[in-house]
């Protein structure tokens, strides 16, 4: 991301933030930066908003195992992973805090533009904030389930009721469907654009059936149809450039969050899952803290000539910068990252060896050499290949197994393996868990697919309550009718 920003702030010979209008948007006539709204975005991936870690931990792709003193955290993961969290952990408390902050910076700005809804000099400008607060509440939907629909900032109601999910969703669909056409064709990855709404109103109608008992898969292949005869989108040829440190202009990315290892911090995946040595790999200028991994299930669900296990994994002999085998003084033993996980909870009847150095670790993100606390990639909260694999799956609901394969195969035969004649909607969702694996998607396909309840490694069956977070207590405590 930095290096885009530089330019920016070259070329119009002024001094430069993430936010500024000249690298997101603005809305000329209020005057009024759009920055706000996109910079809550940037709360969402880590431990401030959560959202991404209580779809990927509560999943069968990740998990943070105790590691004897370390990642204990008070259970915070661990209830994830097990589908065992309150109304009172970390995950649902933030969560719901920063994806209403979301809302409410919308509807400031909503708020400011209402006189000039005429106008059509601020028709897009409004077309573009309503969308970024169709977003928020759109994942505040898929993640609570009932919640309220707040339209203004000024004149938001003390004491909100919950809307059934049914409503919120198509409150969602009505209000973006006039929108749409208004949108710009950009490729700015960073703002709104045609292509994103269109992406965002596929994954609403993809998952209609969970949100209100009615499917509308034909919806959501038009809309991904919609993405794709844009033209603006490809599919790399490679598996790694969409998650480089340098990933601003890579045109299968739709819609991201910006980040910077200076400006616009926030995503630090890389120190959550590195080894504590491995900063001698990457000749880090900070120590990374070892903890989470993949589920072996997961990275054993990659065959073996998959670009995607070797390019985004991290397992074996580990070495230093100059490609010196690496040992672990503390476990006694040459660092050898070993993808079985003995058990969730590690401790003194482990060893070592197995407490500090097991599970595959994550370089799906690109870890550039001298990589500080926050890397520079920009997250992919919309990815080309995602639209791809949509499609396909519509094309199989709508019809039989085998009619997705053209856009199924596309994302196979990228990763170096062999495509597959007749696919079904099964290895649709395992095709999905391998491609877009900790992008934020795994937890809504589960569900989606009813995959969500069932056990895998130390996790038991989980009941259909637990396919929503409950709204946090200190939200019912502020207002009761969140509870009713």
């Given at each position: 991301m930095k290096k885009i920003l530089y330019s920016v702030c070259i070329l119009l010979a002024v001094s430069c933030t993430k936010f500024d209008d000249a690298l997101y948007d603005s809305s000329p006539i209020a005057k009024q930066s759009i920055g706000p709204v996109y910079k809550e975005l940037a709360d969402l991936i880590d431990d401030n908003g959560w959202w991404f870690w209580a779809q990927e931990v509560s999943s069968d792709e990740v998990v943070f195992p105790v590691r004897g003193t370390d990642w204990n955290d008070g259970g915070k993961w661990r209830v994830l992973h097990q589908h065992a969290w309150t109304n009172d952990v970390d995950a649902v408390n933030s969560m719901w805090s920063h994806l209403f902050d979301g809302v409410r910076e919308a509807n400031k700005l909503l708020d400011v533009l209402s006189d000039q809804q005429g106008d059509p000099s601020v028709?897009?400008?409004?077309?573009?904030?309503?969308?970024?607060?169709?977003?928020?509440?759109?994942?505040?939907?898929?993640?609570?389930?009932?919640?309220?629909?707040?339209?203004?900032?000024?004149?938001?109601?003390?004491?909100?009721?919950?809307?059934?999910?049914?409503?919120?969703?198509?409150?969602?669909?009505?209000?973006?469907?006039?929108?749409?056409?208004?949108?710009?064709?950009?490729?700015?990855?960073?703002?709104?654009?045609?292509?994103?709404?269109?992406?965002?109103?596929?994954?609403?109608?993809?998952?209609?059936?969970?949100?209100?008992?009615?499917?509308?898969?034909?919806?959501?292949?038009?809309?991904?149809?919609?993405?794709?005869?844009?033209?603006?989108?490809?599919?790399?040829?490679?598996?790694?450039?969409?998650?480089?440190?340098?990933?601003?202009?890579?045109?299968?990315?739709?819609?991201?969050?910006?980040?910077?290892?200076?400006?616009?911090?926030?995503?630090?995946?890389?120190?959550?899952?590195?080894?504590?040595?491995?900063?001698?790999?990457?000749?880090?200028?900070?120590?990374?803290?070892?903890?989470?991994?993949?589920?072996?299930?997961?990275?054993?669900?990659?065959?073996?000539?998959?670009?995607?296990?070797?390019?985004?994994?991290?397992?074996?002999?580990?070495?230093?910068?100059?490609?010196?085998?690496?040992?672990?003084?503390?476990?006694?033993?040459?660092?050898?990252?070993?993808?079985?996980?003995?058990?969730?909870?590690?401790?003194a009847s482990n060893t070592p060896n197995e407490i500090r150095n097991s599970g595959a670790r994550v370089k799906k993100y690109e870890i550039e050499s001298g990589a500080l606390e926050n890397l520079n990639n920009d997250f992919p909260l919309f990815r080309y290949a995602d639209i791809l694999l949509m499609k396909a799956e519509c094309t199989v609901r709508n019809g039989s197994p085998g009619d997705g394969d053209q856009w199924f195969n596309l994302i196979r035969q990228r990763a170096n393996i062999s495509a597959i004649a007749g696919a079904n909607l099964d290895d649709i969702l395992e095709e999905r868990g391998r491609e877009l694996f900790c992008e934020g998607h795994r937890r809504q396909d589960l569900i989606r697919f009813g995959k969500f309840g069932d056990a895998w490694w130390e996790k038991s069956p989980s009941g259909p309550d637990k396919t929503t977070f409950p709204i946090p207590q200190w939200a019912i405590d502020a207002n009761p009718n969140l509870g009713l």
């Open positions: 028709a897009v400008d409004i077309a573009k904030i309503k969308t970024l607060r169709a977003f928020f509440m759109y994942l505040a939907m898929d993640n609570y389930g009932d919640i309220p629909i707040i339209t203004s900032f000024v004149n938001a109601p003390p004491f909100p009721f919950k809307s059934e999910r049914k409503e919120v969703y198509e409150f969602l669909i009505n209000d973006l469907k006039p929108i749409v056409s208004l949108l710009p064709i950009s490729t700015n990855k960073f703002a709104v654009s045609r292509g994103m709404a269109y992406s965002l109103m596929a994954k609403l109608y993809l998952n209609a059936e969970v949100y209100t008992g009615t499917p509308a898969y034909a919806e959501a292949e038009a809309m991904c149809d919609s993405v794709i005869s844009l033209g603006t989108y490809v599919l790399q040829n490679d598996v790694t450039s969409a998650f480089a440190a340098d990933n601003v202009n890579v045109p299968e990315n739709i819609f991201t969050i910006a980040f910077d290892e200076f400006d616009n911090t926030g995503f630090r995946l890389h120190m959550r899952t590195l080894h504590y040595l491995h900063d001698a790999t990457f000749n880090m200028k900070v120590g990374p803290w070892n903890g989470f991994a993949i589920l072996k299930d997961h990275y054993d669900n990659y065959e073996v000539d998959d670009l995607r296990k070797n390019d985004w994994f991290i397992v074996g002999q580990q070495k230093d910068v100059n490609g010196t085998d690496l040992f672990d003084e503390t476990a006694g033993t040459k660092l050898v990252i070993d993808p079985y996980i003995p058990k969730l909870v590690m401790d």
